[in-house]
C-alpha cells in the first residue's frame, strides 16, 4: 500500500525553527517529485514547495522563499521540510504529496507559531 | 502567478443531484489541472488530473473537463459521501497554485 507519514509537527515560538519529515513507503521513493502543502486554520490549501525525485530544482512559495528549505535523503525514503524565522501566519497542518499533483496525500503534521 | 478562481464558493445540493463546479486560471494551463475533495478534519483527496483522467478508485460519477483556462468538475448524480469541499490546483508554472474551494453541502 502507498502511504505518506507526516511527523515532526510542534509548537514553536515566533522565530524558531523546525523541521519536518514525510516518510513514503510502497512505492519506489525515488522514482517521485514530493510536496508540500499547508492549511491553516479555517482556510484553504495553500501549495509550498516541491522537489524533484533526484532532490535537484527545489521550488517554493512566495510566502516560504528563503526561510524554508526542502530536501530528500531517498536511501530513507524521507521527505524533509527546514522551516526557519516561523512566523505566526505559518501555523497549518502541512500535509506531504507525491508527485507535482499529489496523487497521494499524507494525513498531516499541525505546527503551531505562538508564544 | 497565475491565480485560480472556483465558482460557486459554496453551493446547497441534494442527493441525486448534478453538480458543476468551475475552476479559472488566470493564464493558460493546457491541461496541468487536478481536483481535490476534502472533508472536516481530514486530508484532501486526489479525484482528478490532468484535468479529466480519474485517479484509480474514484467513482465514476466524477467527471473533468477544460483546457486552457476553463475547466469543470462534474459530480453526476451527487451521493451521501460527496458532501465536501472541493479544491482545483494548477501543476503547469512554478509557484503551483490551489483555488480557493467550493464547499458543497445539502
Known amino acids: 500500500e502507498v502511504q505518506l507519514v507526516e511527523s515532526g509537527g510542534a509548537l514553536v515560538q515566533p522565530g524558531g525553527s523546525l523541521r519536518l519529515s514525510c516518510a513514503g513507503s510502497?512505492?519506489?521513493?525515488?522514482?517521485?517529485?514530493m510536496s508540500w502543502v499547508r492549511q491553516a486554520p479555517g482556510k484553504g490549501l495553500e501549495w509550498v514547495s516541491v522537489?524533484?525525485?533526484?532532490?535537484?530544482?527545489?521550488q517554493y512559495a512566495d510566502s516560504v522563499k528563503g526561510r524554508f528549505t526542502i530536501s530528500r535523503d531517498n536511501s530513507k525514503n524521507t521527505l524533509y521540510l527546514q522551516m526557519n524565522s516561523l512566523r505566526a501566519e505559518d501555523t497549518a497542518v502541512y500535509y506531504c504529496?507525491?508527485?507535482?499533483?499529489?496523487?497521494?496525500w499524507g494525513k498531516g503534521t499541525t505546527v503551531t507559531v505562538s508564544s | 502567478d497565475i491565480q485560480m478562481t472556483q465558482s460557486p464558493s459554496s453551493l446547497s445540493a441534494s442527493v441525486g443531484d448534478r453538480v458543476t463546479i468551475t475552476c479559472r486560471a488566470s493564464?493558460?494551463?493546457?491541461?496541468?489541472l487536478a481536483w481535490f475533495q476534502q472533508k472536516p478534519g481530514k486530508a484532501p483527496k486526489s479525484l482528478i488530473f490532468?484535468?479529466?483522467s480519474l485517479h484509480s478508485g474514484v467513482p465514476s460519477n466524477f467527471s473533468g473537463s477544460g483546457y486552457g483556462t476553463d475547466f469543470t468538475l462534474t459530480i453526476n448524480s451527487l451521493q451521501p459521501d460527496d458532501f465536501a469541499t472541493y479544491y482545483c490546483q494548477q501543476s503547469h508554472s512554478y509557484p503551483f497554485s490551489f483555488g480557493p474551494g467550493t464547499k458543497v453541502d445539502v
Open positions: 493564464q493558460r494551463i493546457d491541461n496541468y
Open positions: 522537489i524533484s525525485g533526484g532532490g535537484y530544482s527545489p
Open positions: 490532468a484535468a479529466s
Open positions: 510502497g512505492f519506489t521513493f525515488s522514482s517521485y517529485a
Open positions: 504529496g507525491r508527485m507535482h499533483y499529489m496523487d497521494v
